[in-house]
């Protein structure tokens, strides 16, 4: 009968709608944490930062390497720990499209250049003195690094010291 | 058949318990107890009606108000849970909960923090009950309101003898032999505001049929309010962060996608004081403590707007919005934003001075200022004076091993390694200096470092709050109390007066207060011939089926 159709109809619209809106809220409560982070397989926030040489880097200009993109303070251990294995892994992939770029949070000059010249470092060191770039990538707490594609894509976020196995595994990864 | 129709010829829907038009049981499921159950006039509600596919199942499930009672019982129930132990947001974030609740609660504590409950309000159970009440309430408001105005809507004043007979107001006068002046009836019903119908000399007067929206009105009340919780979620509704400031830094607000800039001009900390005038009136306190009482926590700021479109970590393009003082419960508002006064530091070190000097003579030869955030690696003195800053650590402790390292990058406890370079001395003496401290590692120097100075500066931290689910969630509230007070101060009153041969019939029914509804009555036939009707359930007591719950 129509009316009973109409019915059935109407009762199915309301159910769906409502239980359409319990799912979103039980949704957006789980992802709730993460959607503090960026998210993998999301394109990396673009960024400018000016490194201590004086060379600006912007991360676009990337695009068809990958990036390891590094965030570090001088006074944190677990970052001090895989500065030297970055240093090593750097020079074995740079010629192969891979760059380093390490982001200090927003140390002083001093801080950072006398950090960088006690451990030797060559690969592009900044310093993200407003602190944009970190609430851009939601840095907390270090170190962190995130792994960029060629296409410019964060592929993976790993928290903690890296071994020089892991940043080799991590290099081979992003290696376009 | 699809449709019951009654003897009157009114045409009602399958499932009506008494006809629409004239009240008349129809269909079978009218009880045989003296008193009409008048609840939802008897309509159709369609959930009781149709019970086929698993849709109107569900909807039947929801429909019904034992589940909708269960379900606020439950949600009762969890909720009190939650607030047994703190929830993990309000724990020290310096433990982790997995040994908080243990350390603190015992074993009880443990369990409650193994089954979930330190995150209760935003577990997936606890919103699936919420949820679950949510739809009841909508569904069961649906499946009765309609029925329930259809049939009020359709309700004819001449209303058949066995509704009349069975309602709790019903009386009958023979009025044979006298003359019945139905104008002055009518008259005293409206001049008690009634609304009155009338036909072939039967009357049906009414009034306050407004209240029996009440509950639908609140039902709408309540589903908006927990459709402003539910927005909370959604990104750009809802925004609830902390920005730290010292004095002179600007950074972005967080919260604002890079929007807009704050820079901290000062944080003003001031006490109440024995020696001011102005606070003469609190001596007696200010003596009684003994202590420093807070008068004012204020926050100079200046607000910017980023001008463009600017990528992170180039420079800002920033347009000058407003200069604010910030104070407790005076907050900045901008642009659905406020900024509040929720922390602070005092006197964090930013420069210290020091005297180069000759430890024998105490001749100075020129000092030197360190910005302890942006030190220089060296620093120029008088000619042929000059020292280099050759480690400087802000927040200094030894390590195991004995070397100076540094805690954090905030200079709490700045200590630096100095190389002394004079004319006597040019290849530099090395002295390592800290607050109250001075070390000379490669043995005697002739030249010190000493200390000239300290400058400080303090720090502010605001809380960055926007809410656009206030005004929703208001209005919910809003529409909820109004939905209480006209369900809860008017009442649905009515009265039927019917003519039959000699005698007169009167029935009433009210959904409350029915000594109102008797009142109301008795002032009506009071000095005419009419009886005044009785309640039948004061005449005989009913087991409890012929009371009746307001719809």
Not at chain 2, 118 to 129: A, E, G, P, Q
Request: proline content about 4%; hydrophobic content about 35%.
């Amino acid at each position: 009968m129509d009316k009973k159709k109409r019915r059935l109809m109407m009762r199915t619209v309301i159910l769906l709608l409502l239980g359409a809106a319990l799912v979103y809220a039980l949704y957006t409560n789980f992802t709730k944490d993460t959607a503090n982070q960026i998210q993998m397989g999301s394109e990396a926030p673009n960024f400018v930062l000016t490194d201590m040489d004086g060379n600006e880097h912007k991360l676009s200009d990337y695009r068809g390497q990958g990036v390891m993109l590094n965030f570090w303070g001088t006074w944190c251990k677990p970052c001090e720990y895989e500065m030297p294995y970055m240093e090593n892994q750097y020079h074995a992939y740079k010629d192969q499209g891979v760059q380093i770029l390490a982001v200090n949070v927003g140390e002083s000059n001093y801080a950072v250049n006398s950090f960088v010249s006690r451990h030797n470092l060559s690969f592009p060191v900044m310093i993200d003195k407003g602190q944009e770039v970190q609430v851009a990538y939601r840095v907390d707490p270090l170190p962190v690094t995130f792994l960029i594609d060629k296409e410019g894509k964060v592929i993976d976020r790993i928290t903690g010291s890296l071994t020089e196995a892991k940043i080799q595994q991590h290099m081979e990864k992003i290696k376009p | 058949m699809d449709e019951l129709k009654c003897e009157c010829g009114h045409v009602n829907p399958t499932g009506t318990i008494l006809c629409e038009a004239c009240g008349k049981a129809v269909g079978n499921r009218q009880n045989e107890n003296k008193l009409l159950d008048m609840r939802y006039e008897g309509s159709a509600r369609r959930s009781q009606t149709y019970n086929k596919s698993i849709i109107d199942k569900i909807w039947n499930f929801f429909s019904s108000v034992k589940v909708g009672v269960s379900l606020i019982v439950i949600a009762l129930v969890a909720s009190s849970i939650g607030t047994i132990f703190p929830q993990e947001t309000y724990i020290p974030s310096t433990i982790p909960a997995s040994e908080y609740y243990e350390q603190e609660y015992g074993a009880f504590g443990k369990l409650y923090y193994l089954l979930g409950f330190h995150n209760l309000y935003s577990s997936w159970w606890y919103l699936v009950i919420i949820g679950m009440l949510g739809m009841s309430i909508l569904i069961a408001s649906i499946d009765r309101f309609f029925p329930l105005y259809r049939s009020l809507k359709n309700q004819k004043v001449v209303r058949h003898d066995s509704f009349m007979k069975r309602q709790r107001i019903f009386g009958i006068t023979n009025v044979s032999n006298q003359e019945v002046n139905l104008e002055q009836i009518t008259e005293r019903l409206k001049k008690q505001r009634y609304r009155i119908r009338e036909e072939n000399g039967n009357i049906l007067a009414e009034k306050g049929r407004f209240s029996r929206w009440g509950p639908y009105v609140n039902h709408i009340g309540l589903i908006i309010f927990l459709i402003g919780g539910l927005l909370r979620s959604v990104p750009g509704m809802y925004v609830d962060k902390v920005v730290w400031l010292r004095e002179g830094e600007m950074k972005e607000i967080p919260g604002t996608n890079g929007e807009y800039y704050l820079k901290n001009n000062a944080f003003i900390f001031e006490v109440y004081d024995k020696g001011n005038k102005e606070d003469e009136a609190f001596v007696k306190a200010i003596e009684k403590t003994g202590t420093a009482i807070a008068k004012n926590y204020q926050s100079n700021v200046t607000l910017y707007k980023q001008e463009g479109e600017v990528l992170p970590g180039e420079k800002p393009q920033l347009q000058k919005v407003k200069d604010f003082e910030i104070k407790v419960n005076e907050p900045l508002k901008h642009d659905h934003y406020a900024l509040y006064q929720v922390d602070y530091k005092l006197n964090e070190f930013s420069k210290m001075s020091f005297y180069l000097m000759d430890k024998k003579t105490e001749e100075k030869f020129g000092t030197l200022t360190i910005d302890l955030n942006d030190p220089k690696p060296s620093y120029q003195l008088k000619k042929g004076y000059s020292v280099e800053l050759m480690s400087y650590f802000p927040d200094f402790e030894f390590k195991e091993n004995g070397e100076p390292t540094t805690k954090t990058r905030i200079p709490n406890n700045p200590a630096f390694i100095f190389k002394m370079v004079t004319p006597d001395k040019p290849e530099g003496e090395v002295s390592f200096v800290a607050i109250r401290e001075n070390i000379e590692p490669a043995g005697e120097n002739v030249y010190k470092m000493a200390f000239a100075g300290v400058e400080t500066r303090n720090a502010t931290a605001l809380t960055v709050r926007k809410d656009l689910t206030l005004g929703i969630l208001f209005a919910g509230g809003i529409i909820f109390m109004i939905g209480v007070v006209q369900g809860a101060y008017w009442n649905h009153r009515r009265i039927w007066v019917k003519r039959k041969g000699e005698e007169i019939w009167i029935a009433g029914h009210t959904n409350k207060n029915w000594h109102g509804l008797k009142r109301d009555i008795a002032l009506v036939v009071q000095t005419t011939p009419l009886f005044e009707p009785t309640d039948q359930l004061n005449e005989e007591k009913f087991s409890n089926k012929g009371e009746e719950i307001s719809g």
